[in-house]
């Protein structure tokens, strides 16, 4: 359930962004996990492909970045690092 709420916000981030280019299609989304985010790149991913289904997101190249960095201000965060639209 933390994940849904996670990615339903990421989705609107997402989404917002690809309107705001005036798009119909997002590319590609890059995202960067937090090394405390609590969540494996492959956990996100799953629930990454199963929120953006039907959207215009869906069939997107998700880049995902995971930091090590234990001490970085975002460590705990999943951050929106760009998103590629298709215009």
């Excluded at 005036?22 to 969540?39: D, T, Y």
């Excluded at 869906?58 to 590629?84: F, K, R, Y």
Aim: overall charge negative; proline content about 0%; glycine content about 4%.
């Amino acid at each position: 359930m933390h994940e849904f709420s996670l990615l339903a916000d990421l989705m609107r981030k997402i989404e917002a962004v690809a309107r705001e280019q005036g798009a119909k299609k997002v590319e590609r989304v890059k995202i960067k996990l937090g090394a405390l985010a609590h969540i494996s790149r492959e956990h996100f991913r799953e629930h990454f492909v199963r929120v953006v289904q039907g959207t215009m997101v869906e069939g997107a190249c998700l880049d995902i970045e995971v930091s090590s960095d234990q001490n970085d201000a975002h460590a705990q965060e999943i951050l929106l690092d760009s998103v590629t639209v298709e215009e």
